[in-house]
């Protein structure tokens, strides 16, 4: 089906250790967006990408690397992960600036830092 | 500071109950107002983009309305199906790529 897959659903990692999360669309929508989602905080955003090989810092970006080499995927790298970095952590795109139709969200990652 | 505040944080309705829920946005100029709904365990659905002062956007039973400092999203006759966090954001006119996300409100519809 189209739409944003984002993988894995659940992890659980130790702190220290790199994890990668996974988020693919298939419209070929040129905007992409990680954010955070925190009791206490609602939606955060971490990073965004207007287009291929075109990335942004957002709010929190601190601890975490984005590339976007290719337009449907936007993988977000924690480096060293912290317990505060616990979170559920949703990709979203968008095919332009209006945000007629706004965002269209993935159904999540939740991640536990242990 | 761009800022977006919702109430009530949390809200209780009797099935057929009509109420409205507010979203107070503080920002540097105005592109657009979201309205999202997010199900538990599952990314936020978008309902409606306002984009000015007096806009109106219906679905089902949910109508939007935006002023210059606020939007209510009024749900007439809810039903249980319509439990679920609504969320409201805002894109400041300083940054078009950025877009601010309110806390939510939980709304619980009672059969």
């Known amino acids: 089906d189209a739409g944003i897959t984002q993988s894995p659903r659940y992890k659980i990692t130790e702190t220290g250790r790199q994890v990668t999360l996974m988020c693919h669309q298939t419209?070929?929508?040129?905007?992409m967006f990680w954010y955070r989602q925190d009791l206490g905080h609602g939606l955060r955003l971490i990073y965004y990408s207007a287009a291929a090989d075109i990335t942004d810092k957002g709010e929190v970006s601190d601890g975490y690397v984005v590339s976007r080499s290719k337009t449907e995927n936007f993988p977000l790298t924690l480096e060293s992960a912290t317990r505060s970095q616990t979170s559920v952590y949703f990709c979203a795109s968008s095919e332009d600036t209006y945000l007629v139709y706004g965002y269209t969200f993935g159904s999540g990652t939740r991640l536990t830092v242990v | 500071e761009d800022q977006v505040t919702q109430s009530p944080e949390a809200l209780r309705l009797q099935e057929g109950e009509s109420s409205s829920l507010n979203c107070s946005y503080t920002?540097?100029?105005?592109?657009?107002l979201f309205w999202y709904r997010q199900d538990p365990g599952k990314g936020p659905e978008f309902l409606f983009t306002?984009?000015?002062a007096g806009e109106e956007k219906e679905k089902e039973r949910l109508k939007a309305t935006l002023t210059k400092k606020e939007s209510f999203l009024h749900i007439t006759a809810p039903k249980p199906e319509d439990s679920a966090t609504y969320l409201c954001?805002?894109?400041?006119?300083?940054?078009?790529?950025?877009?601010?996300f309110g806390p939510g409100t939980s709304l619980s519809v009672i059969p």
């Open positions: 920002v540097s100029g105005l592109r657009g």
């Open positions: 954001a805002v894109s400041p006119g300083t940054s078009y790529d950025k877009v601010i």
């Open positions: 306002l984009y000015s």
């Open positions: 419209w070929s929508h040129s905007y």
